[in-house]
């Protein structure tokens, strides 16, 4: 790609490079355990306006900011309840968002004008480092949604960053180079701003890990919407091609389904992961190789189960265009 930005493996000096163009406006990519994540300074609107226009993303979608660790939420949050703190205490740093009343930080260029926010603590060790250093030379944080144009497949590596973003960035924006990421879907969001947890976004971090926890059922978010969330939309996460959940693939179509399952003649086998960990980290990836093969049509294969499935099933049918 002719016009691709700097790319970058991570070394300590990158790292406070990539934080210097934070805090001078410009966006950085980086590596979370779940997703990839485009960056920009949380409290510059015209930094922040960029991320907008790289992802083609209406303006009043809220975004997700990233900070280091829970000494950092009474910036960004107000009323604060015990349970969220029990939450954040339990699963951060890691892929769980929290959905909490905004503090004097967060203002309306992040929350889309709502009144809450969506904070979150990622585990990946360049992510962490690179908060920590932003936060070290700013009053700041890192606003991220994935790194993707609007509606389409998260990205799970640097070189998909480049694929999706590559023509918008600028070589003053920095792509980091973290690897593939290991969880593969976005984070668990929880809506922390009530009475109750509810829950926006199924993930790894499960509804019975919530319960254990908190000993606080999470509600499933049902009926209408009254926030802006894009993953709520019937259809996202989206490769070209059709995605199929039911039914056995024919012959000229890809296949995605555990390794046990066998291939039937004549269909293009994407991948074989074999078991839901690996299922939900080969997810995307196998999104995009199914586009790069031009095929018309991913089947994917998955077990009627629950626990980690359910995530994996809510990106199966986003991508497959309703629910
Ligand atoms: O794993 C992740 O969460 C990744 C990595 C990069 O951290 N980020 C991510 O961001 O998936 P994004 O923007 O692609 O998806 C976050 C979702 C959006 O659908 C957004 O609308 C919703 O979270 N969200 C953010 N703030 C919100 C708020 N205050 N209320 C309700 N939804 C919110
Ligand atoms: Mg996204």
Same mark, same amino acid.
């Given at each position: 790609?002719?016009?691709?930005?700097?790319?970058?493996?991570?070394?300590?000096? #990158?790292?406070?490079?990539?934080?210097?163009?934070?805090?001078?406006?410009?966006?950085?990519?980086?590596?979370?355990?779940?997703?990839?994540?485009?960056?920009?300074?949380?409290?510059?609107?015209?930094?922040?306006? &960029?991320?907008?226009?790289?992802?083609? &993303?209406?303006?009043?979608?809220?975004?997700?900011?990233?900070?280091?660790?829970?000494?950092?939420?009474? $910036?960004?949050?107000?009323?604060?309840?015990?349970?969220?703190?029990?939450?954040?205490?339990?699963?951060?740093?890691?892929?769980? #968002?929290?959905?909490?009343? &905004?503090?004097?930080?967060?203002?309306?260029?992040?929350?889309?004008?709502?009144?809450? +926010?969506?904070?979150?603590?990622?585990?990946?060790?360049?992510?962490?480092?690179?908060?920590?250093?932003?936060?070290?030379?700013?009053?700041?944080?890192?606003?991220?949604?994935?790194?993707?144009?609007?509606?389409?497949?998260?990205?799970?590596?640097?070189?998909?960053?480049?694929?999706?973003?590559?023509?918008?960035?600028?070589?003053?924006?920095? +792509?980091?180079?973290?690897?593939?990421?290991?969880?593969?879907?976005?984070?668990?969001?929880?809506?922390?701003?009530?009475?109750?947890? $509810?829950?926006?976004?199924?993930?790894? +971090?499960?509804?019975?890990?919530?319960? &254990? #926890?908190?000993?606080?059922?999470?509600?499933?978010?049902?009926?209408?919407?009254?926030?802006?969330?894009?993953?709520?939309?019937?259809?996202?996460?989206?490769? $070209?091609?059709?995605?199929?959940?039911?039914?056995?693939?024919?012959?000229?179509?890809?296949?995605?389904?555990?390794?046990?399952?066998?291939?039937?003649?004549?269909?293009?086998?994407?991948?074989?992961?074999?078991?839901?960990?690996?299922?939900?980290?080969?997810?995307?990836?196998?999104?995009?190789?199914?586009?790069?093969?031009?095929?018309? #049509?991913?089947?994917?294969?998955?077990?009627?189960?629950?626990?980690?499935?359910?995530?994996?099933?809510?990106? +199966?049918? $986003?991508?497959?265009?309703?629910?």
């Amino acid at each position: 790609m002719s016009n691709s930005p700097f790319q970058s493996v991570c070394t300590a000096d #990158t790292i406070r490079n990539a934080a210097a163009a934070l805090k001078a406006g410009h966006l950085v990519a980086f590596p979370t355990e779940t997703v990839y994540g485009l960056g920009a300074d949380a409290r510059n609107p015209i930094a922040v306006k &960029r991320i907008y226009e790289v992802k083609g &993303r209406p303006s009043d979608h809220p975004l997700i900011v990233h900070i280091s660790s829970i000494n950092q939420l009474e $910036k960004w949050a107000s009323e604060i309840p015990e349970y969220a703190i029990s939450l954040a205490k339990t699963f951060w740093p890691g892929p769980m #968002t929290l959905i909490l009343k &905004r503090g004097e930080a967060a203002q309306d260029f992040i929350t889309g004008g709502q009144d809450t +926010v969506g904070l979150r603590v990622p585990s990946d060790p360049i992510a962490m480092a690179l908060i920590q250093e932003f936060e070290r030379i700013s009053d700041s944080a890192i606003a991220a949604p994935s790194a993707n144009r609007f509606g389409r497949v998260s990205p799970t590596s640097s070189a998909d960053v480049r694929e999706e973003l590559g023509e918008f960035l600028y070589k003053s924006d920095f +792509v980091l180079d973290g690897g593939n990421s290991p969880v593969g879907i976005e984070s668990t969001i929880i809506d922390c701003s009530g009475d109750f947890p $509810k829950l926006l976004r199924p993930g790894y +971090v499960l509804e019975d890990d919530i319960m &254990r #926890t908190t000993g606080i059922t999470v509600k499933q978010n049902s009926g209408l919407q009254k926030v802006k969330f894009s993953g709520s939309f019937d259809s996202h996460y989206s490769p $070209k091609c059709r995605v199929i959940l039911e039914g056995v693939p024919l012959p000229g179509e890809g296949f995605l389904a555990l390794s046990d399952v066998p291939t039937p003649v004549g269909v293009q086998r994407i991948s074989s992961p074999r078991n839901v960990f690996e299922f939900m980290q080969v997810l995307y990836s196998s999104f995009r190789r199914a586009d790069h093969l031009n095929l018309p #049509t991913l089947r994917v294969n998955l077990p009627n189960e629950e626990g980690f499935w359910v995530a994996i099933k809510d990106r +199966v049918l $986003k991508a497959s265009g309703g629910d």
